[in-house]
Nanobody, 123 residues
Framework: VQLQASGGGLVQAGGSLRLSCAAS????????MGWFRQAPGKEREFVAS????????YYADSVKGRFTISKDNAKNTVYLQMNSLKPEDTAVYYC?????????????????WGQGTQVTVSS
């Protein structure tokens, strides 16, 4: 599976961005997907994940209520809608995938990683 993330950029605090991650190579509906992020000097952290069937979603407490993950199996694409952005959301965002339906929250559970897209939120 190859993952290509896009949609990052510079936005003011309170603004919105939508990240996209296009997948190629296998049957997308068999894959759980996730988003992680890494800020400078910090470890990579979980943001959100979604099951292969799209029924189940999970969020980090820091983004719950502001971010929404969704998955379009027909388009082989996973999205991360980010609203009410804060400066502390500034990071490189990575999309991930793993075979199977369950949407894990640990980075070690994911086999495939995209190249990352930079999100910068100014105050």
């Amino acid at each position: 599976v190859q993952l290509q993330a896009s949609g990052g950029g510079l936005v003011q605090a309170g603004g919105s961005l939508r990240l996209s991650c296009a997948a190629s190579g296998r049957t997308f509906s068999y894959y759980a997907m996730g988003w992680f992020r890494q800020a400078p000097g910090k470890e990579r952290e979980f943001v959100a994940s979604i099951s292969g069937s799209t029924i189940s979603t999970y969020y980090a407490d820091s983004v719950k209520g502001r971010f929404t993950i969704s998955k379009d199996n027909a388009k082989n694409t996973v999205y991360l809608q980010m609203n009410s952005l804060k400066p502390e959301d500034t990071a490189v965002y990575y999309c991930t995938a793993r075979e199977g339906n369950y949407a894990y929250t640990g980075a070690d559970e994911y086999y495939y990683w995209g190249q990352g897209t930079q999100v910068t939120v100014s105050s």
